[in-house]
């Protein structure tokens, strides 16, 4: 009888110690005192009938109920009311304690994937870690040491592990207290296996494999905190998505058993959004684990049926039916890698325009080389205004948010673009069409303060009018043209500009401060009144109510008193403009025929 009693209290003993909120407890205490973060559970179960296990060892059932996980900067990573799995009891209860575990299924809850700074970097580029894999860290005293620690740290081997309507959420990137980018999705399911063994000193190993699907969420960029300390719920561009699909999310061994170490993480993403949008992203981290060169990207993303997705979440002039983009990034990931970019069906509406120009991309082909900051167009491919227009260009910058600091460009118009909605009636009277085609070369020089865009080697038609040779300097604030030397023919008026600025900010275009001209052939003057005659003509007209709008706006570029006649001068040329003629001395002389 005393035996039963005792046997009894035995087992009560063993009931209330290792079971429930009791051994919830104690599970937590010896987890946290050696670990970085922090994890609480309020409750474990498992059945009475495998309590010769105890002794014996092998695989426990048991439930978690209420688990919570904290990173070491007190954030929540981990959330969920229940968790069910079986665990191997002896190799919990001696040695290092290790956490073996197999069956493990996460019934819900929330996980936060966020990027944080390294608390025990390997190398100088050893800067970030993901905060949940830090939270399990060994915790290490502060003092002086060479790198190296002898003590050894519990591993956790999630042999088989399931997750079922988890919510989960990635911040990377981060830049102060705000990140470059973040996602959410719901409903997040899938299976996978986790082995993390920290005990190694100079190379923690992890190796893990996942395969997930998920439903609605939403992608920013340039994600936040707003002024009351708060996350904001978007951030500066925000994607809807309607759906997520990883394929593959791996990091395993590639030379086991010689090399333990999984160096490389390989990933298969697709993510479609609610805009109709589909996104793939395959590649690469190559030896970014434990190199202190920080490993090689090796990726490639492209987004199909484009259109919807940038006119709603980056600008409302972008559109196209079948726009696609691929992105090709190589180099290194501690500095900064190259970009190949590819683009098609692209349509902009440059509404600065009135009426507003329609754009679209057939083609676009560059590198963008972040490492020295500089970028090249091998193709760009466009269509507008009947059109179409070829570039190449180079550019580069400083290191700056100023750039791009330079651009070179050669810019051909193969099929002749009609300007003829955009130009000052008179000067599409004068020159009989608003056709132009052509080619030049366009520069901006680094250093340059005094003018945005330099414009040579020029070959241009517009109507009647050829231009050639010379030079053309846009102020940065592209109201101001200042030409030097450019040669223009049409039917009877062959010349050259030898230095005009011409004013392009209002609707009609105007001089200023007058403007040199030699003319070889015709009547400069007379060509100047014809524009004026043009632009009388047209403010007398009984014109649509737009029409008249657009007729009446120029004043301010009316001529300030009447154009005196043309006079000879021998060895001088006239400069002539829109408000005054005055004679000037050159080396060449007017001839008028």
């Not at 493990?104 to 580029?125: A, F, K, M, N, Q």
């Not at 501690?334 to 509406?349: D, H, N």
């Not at 301010?556 to 002539?576: H, N, V, W, Y």
Request: net charge neutral; proline share 5%.
């Amino acid at each position: 009888m005393t035996l039963v009693v005792l046997l009894g209290s035995a087992l009560a003993v063993v009931r209330i110690q290792f079971e429930g909120p009791d051994l919830a407890q104690n599970l937590c205490q010896m987890m946290n005192a050696r670990m970085r973060g922090k994890i609480e559970i309020k409750s474990i179960e498992w059945p009475m009938s495998e309590l010769p296990k105890v002794v014996n060892g092998g695989w426990l059932p048991v439930t978690l109920r209420g688990v919570q996980i904290w990173d070491g900067e007190g954030e929540s990573v981990v959330r969920t009311e229940k968790v069910t799995g079986e665990l191997d009891l002896h190799s919990l209860m001696f040695g290092r304690h290790d956490f073996v575990l197999r069956k493990v299924v996460l019934h819900g809850g929330e996980v936060l994937l966020s990027e944080v700074t390294e608390p025990y970097p390997l190398h100088d580029y050893d800067i970030t870690v993901f905060s949940l894999i830090a939270a399990f860290y060994g915790r290490r005293e502060a003092g002086f040491h060479a790198g190296v620690f002898a003590a050894s740290s519990p591993l956790w081997d999630l042999r088989d592990f399931e997750i079922r309507s988890v919510d989960v959420e990635i911040r990377t990137k981060p830049v102060g207290e705000a990140y470059l980018f973040r996602g959410t999705v719901a409903d997040v399911s899938g299976t996978g296996f986790l082995y993390m063994d920290p005990s190694d000193p100079l190379v923690p190993k992890m190796y893990t494999s996942l395969r997930l699907t998920g439903g609605e969420g939403q992608i920013d960029l340039y994600y936040e905190k707003g002024k009351d300390g708060a996350w904001k719920p978007k951030g500066e561009y925000s994607f809807p998505v309607k759906r997520l699909e990883v394929n593959r999310l791996a990091q395993l061994p590639g030379g086991w058993p010689t090399d333990p170490v999984a160096n490389t993480l390989r990933f298969d993403v697709v993510v479609e959004t609610k805009n109709g949008a589909r996104a793939t992203l395959d590649g690469s981290m190559i030896d970014y684990w434990d190199t202190p060169y920080g490993g090689i990207w090796d990726v490639t993303a492209k987004i199909e049926n484009a259109g919807a997705l940038l006119r709603q979440s980056i600008d409302p002039d972008i559109s196209g039916e079948a726009v696609t983009l691929e992105a090709t990034v190589t180099g290194p990931i501690i500095f900064y890698p190259s970009v190949a970019i590819k683009a098609t069906g692209l349509e902009y509406k440059l509404s600065a325009l009135e009426p507003p120009l329609e754009l679209r991309l057939d083609a676009l082909h560059g590198v963008y080389d972040l490492a020295v900051d500089e970028g090249s167009v091998d193709e760009f491919i466009a269509r507008g205004a009947d059109g179409r227009v070829r570039l190449s260009a180079k550019w580069g910058g400083d290191g700056s948010d100023r750039s791009p600091y330079w651009v070179d460009s050669d810019i051909g118009i193969d099929e002749a673009i009609d300007m003829a909605p955009w130009m000052p009636p008179a000067a599409l009277r004068a020159l009989g069409s608003g056709r132009l085609s052509g080619s030049f070369h366009a520069l901006r020089r680094k250093g340059d303060t005094t003018y945005g865009i330099s414009v040579d080697r020029i070959d241009l038609r517009l109507g009647h009018l050829d231009i050639d040779r010379g030079q053309l300097y846009l102020d940065k604030s592209l109201e101001k043209v200042h030409v030097e030397g450019v040669r223009f023919s049409m039917p009877n008026l062959v010349g050259t500009l030898v230095k005009c600025t011409f004013l392009t900010g209002g609707a009609e275009l105007a001089v200023e401060d007058g403007c040199a001209a030699d003319v070889n052939i015709g009547n400069l003057e007379a060509f100047i009144q014809l524009l004026q005659s043009g632009s009388r003509a047209k403010k007398r007209a009984k014109a649509p109510a737009k029409a008249t709008k657009a007729a009446v706006a120029p004043a301010k570029a009316q001529p300030r008193r009447s154009l005196r006649p043309t006079r000879r001068t021998g060895s001088r040329s006239i400069e002539a403009s829109l408000g005054s003629s005055r004679v000037l001395p050159r080396k060449r002389s007017l001839r008028s025929r």
